[in-house]
């Protein structure tokens, strides 16, 4: 049975300091630089259920990745609420997060970079060999992050977020930078992953195909400070989702009133 409600996210607004660097530093007549903060969320207010495939789909800079960390807990800071329900099992939930760079620690081996991040109950199971292997990466398992490939690392990103056993797994631009074969292959990996397993995906991107290609609900943000413009089912069988027609279709329907080029 679907969890409604599963993922409670209200984020009234969410702001920075300027940056040193930052351009939203503005200098007044005197010179004087403004310390005001600049406004990147305002009014995201969504609900997610258990078990769902949501893509985030918003240009470069909106704040697609400060809405992540939000609902990661790595950024406490903003006006809002993001509350997360406990499985079934009633433990808390778990969440693994795929950063926009693999962020391997390069000292370290591939089975020691799973090793890291298990819990203590899995210290032995030999579950992050069985996954690397289904993962087609058995060999990589003494390799260094040098050694691999940036398709390699980047799946190796994806069996650490994996290895946990997620209830939410948060992508943040997980493929990017891949040449397209790469990244359909990885999409495929991840899309049977999320199909054999229960577990929440937040999927963040600029590409509307990648979105229509793996979301069953796609919300699209925009504006400064973001909102949500959209929040659509995609309703489209796996071969769809691969035609060019079904695509093109879909993103016209969506993209039509949002302005931004996705
Ligand atoms: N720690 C920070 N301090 C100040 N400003 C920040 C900080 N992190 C992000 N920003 C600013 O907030 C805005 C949103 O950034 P964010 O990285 O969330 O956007 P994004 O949609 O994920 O972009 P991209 O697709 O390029 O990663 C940008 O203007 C960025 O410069």
């Not at 413009?229 to 016209?252: C, G, H, N, T």
Request: some cysteine; proline content about 5%.
């Amino acid at each position: 049975m679907a969890v409604m409600n599963w993922l409670s996210i209200d984020v009234a607004r969410k702001s920075y300091g300027p940056k040193s660097y930052d351009k939203g530093a503005r200098a007044d007549r005197d010179g004087a630089v403004s310390e005001a903060p600049t406004a990147v969320l305002e009014n995201v207010a969504l609900s997610i259920e258990y078990g769902a495939f949501v893509c985030i789909l918003g240009p470069s800079g909106c704040g697609k990745t400060t809405l992540l960390n939000l609902v990661a807990g790595l950024d406490k800071n903003f006006v809002g609420n993001i509350a997360l329900r406990a499985t079934r099992a009633q433990r808390e939930a778990r969440i693994g997060y795929v950063f926009q760079s693999p962020a391997l620690l390069p000292w370290r081996t591939v089975g020691e970079n799973l090793k890291l991040v298990m819990r203590p109950d899995q210290t032995g199971s030999g579950v992050e060999r069985e996954l690397l292997s289904q993962m087609g990466l058995a060999d990589c398992y003494d390799a260094y992050p040098r050694d691999l490939s940036l398709g390699m690392s980047r799946r190796v990103a994806l069996a650490r977020a994996l290895v946990i056993e997620p209830d939410l797994l948060l992508m943040d631009e997980p493929f990017v930078s891949l040449d397209e074969s790469k990244a359909a292959e990885l999409r495929q990996l991840l899309m049977r992953f999320w199909k054999a397993r229960t577990m929440t995906v937040l999927f963040v991107t600029h590409d509307s195909r990648e979105a229509i290609q793996l979301g069953q609900r796609i919300i699209v943000m925009a504006g400064s400070p973001a909102t949500v413009q959209r929040d659509e089912m995609v309703i489209l069988s796996p071969e769809q989702r691969e035609d060019p027609l079904y695509i093109e279709a879909l993103r016209k329907q969506i993209l039509n009133h949002t302005g931004p080029q996705l």
